[in-house]
Nanobody
């Protein structure tokens, strides 16, 4: 079992930036893909971004491509999500999760989840 703790959420204005962090403990972090998902009120949880265990390869949802950047520091057991040019539609609870091999993008491919951090973007 791995424990994940997100931080860095908060309130931002449209066009602003936030950086989310997710600290992992427990089973080996550096051999698992990591993903960020988000869930807005009344909506299903959706994929945002994922990063391969090596940190070399990343994938993004079309809605955040070019604005968000996922990265990881395996020495610190931490994955990050840099969010720039924020929009009100980015408002959601953001979750990090550990994934299986490769670059999974489905919720059911991620067995371990953090508790989430709220991001609110005002217009």
């Amino acid at each position: 079992q791995v424990q994940l703790v997100e931080s860095g959420g908060g309130l931002a204005q449209a066009g602003g930036s936030l950086r989310l962090s997710c600290a992992a403990s427990g089973r080996t972090f550096s051999t698992h893909a990591m993903g960020w998902f988000r869930q807005a009120p009344g909506k299903e949880r959706e994929f945002v971004a994922a990063i391969h265990w090596s940190g070399v390869t990343t994938i993004y949802a079309d809605s955040v491509k070019g604005r968000f950047t996922i990265s990881r520091d395996n020495a610190k057991n931490t994955v990050y999500l840099q969010m720039n040019s924020l929009k009100p539609e980015d408002t959601a609870v953001y979750y990090c999760a550990t994934g299986a091999g490769g670059l999974p993008s489905r919720v059911d491919q991620y067995p371990d989840w953090g508790q989430g951090t709220q991001v609110t973007v005002s217009s």
